[in-house]
């Protein structure tokens, strides 16, 4: 149960969602893998900068102003995980006749070849549950509808062009805007002083731990973490690694957490917890409020590391200090080293 004095009482309604059936291509499907079979599949990128609009101070200070102008009428800070990307690109394909030049890049081996399975990746790294193919295709089209709602899209993923026309307003930012305000003049989290903070989380125990402990301590610039009215700590559901829930599917469970912050006063939202973190953000916009989907770097705001910033990302590494820590022993999930080799603790 999240820490809130009252409830929060709103006229915004939950946006209608119609399912529509994908469409089942198996003879496409099998002429697709074949050709990329025969073409040789060359190793997809992974990451871009080409689609930014701004970046580093720039982007971190175009945050700051869009916060200062609509952060308390409802604005959305966010990006796409490659895992939950894919399949909303698979569901969008499923319903939508691709273009030569998406066949060409589907048998380079640079976009997936859409087809309507269960998607263990999905299952086991992004926490989607049930592991079949209606789950993950439901979870795709919440996906491609709460995107919509962004307004600020941190940018890094080549095939981002296919879905563009779902966020057409937003600016796109590189993700050093978004992650990183330590590394810039004015950090855009400035903009938290003195407001009432829900954090989704996890790692609230160790979050809430580095707040009140060692909050002036973790970064050079106090105003990377300021002080805020209240902090407000909600413990986010890990499904993960086949991580066992209380909950009969992942709407389920993503639903429970949009009541646990209804049930709050608060100003803004912080959001770092899996594939639930972009239909959060959207829920807390639809809400008039300001969401901040900091996804995995929300732990890092708050002076709690994982092996991804030591090994895997150590170019970051310079901002850990002696009075930063990793996630408490009871943070941790079972099989935590399947999700990206246990890069979050």
């Known amino acids: 149960m999240p820490e809130c004095s009252s409830k929060h009482e709103t006229s915004v309604l939950k946006v209608k969602k119609m399912y529509v059936e994908p469409v089942n291509r198996p003879i496409l499907t099998f002429m697709l893998k074949v050709a990329r079979k025969i ?50 690109l698979s569901s969008y394909l499923c319903r939508n006749k691709p273009g030569w030049k998406l066949y060409k890049d589907m048998i380079r081996g640079e976009v997936p070849i859409p087809e309507p399975v269960a998607k263990h990746y999905l299952y086991y790294n992004a926490g989607v549950f049930p592991l079949s193919a ?31 026309h779902y966020w057409s307003g937003a600016v796109k930012v590189n993700l050093d805007s978004l992650y990183a305000p330590w590394l810039f003049r004015n950090p855009w989290t400035k903009w938290l002083k003195g407001k009432r903070v829900v954090v989704v989380h996890p790692f609230v125990e160790s979050i809430r731990h580095q707040y009140e402990n060692n909050r002036e301590r973790l970064f050079t610039n ?19 690694a086949g991580e066992p829930s209380r909950f009969g599917d992942w709407f389920e469970a993503l639903h429970y957490m949009e009541d646990e912050i209804d049930r709050c006063e608060y100003d803004a939202a912080i959001i770092g917890c899996g594939a ?14 300001a ?7 929300t732990q890092m705001l708050f002076g709690v590391y994982g092996e991804r910033w030591v090994s895997q990302q150590p170019k970051y590494s310079s901002v850990i200090n002696d009075y930063w820590i990793r996630p408490s022993d009871n943070e941790r999930i079972k099989n935590g080293s399947m999700v990206e080799n246990g890069c979050y603790w």
């Open 39 to 88: 073409y040789h599949i060359r190793r997809p990128e992974y990451f871009t900068e080409a689609y930014c609009d701004i970046m580093n101070q720039d982007g971190n200070d175009l945050i700051l102003e869009m916060l200062n102008r609509k952060g308390a009428s409802g604005f959305m800070l966010s990006k796409w995980g490659t895992i939950e990307f894919n399949q909303a």
């Open 134 to 164: 209606e789950t993950a295709d439901r979870f795709g089209m919440q996906a491609l509808e709460d995107c919509q709602m962004i307004d600020i899209l941190a940018s890094y993923i080549p095939n981002e062009q296919y879905l563009a």
């Open 222 to 240: 106090p105003e990377v973490l300021p002080e805020f009215k209240e902090l407000i700590c909600i413990k986010a559901v890990q499904t993960q």
């Open 276 to 289: 639930y973190g972009m239909s959060l953000a959207a829920h807390v916009k639809r809400r008039g409020k």
């Open 291 to 297: 969401a901040i989907h900091l996804a995995g770097w």
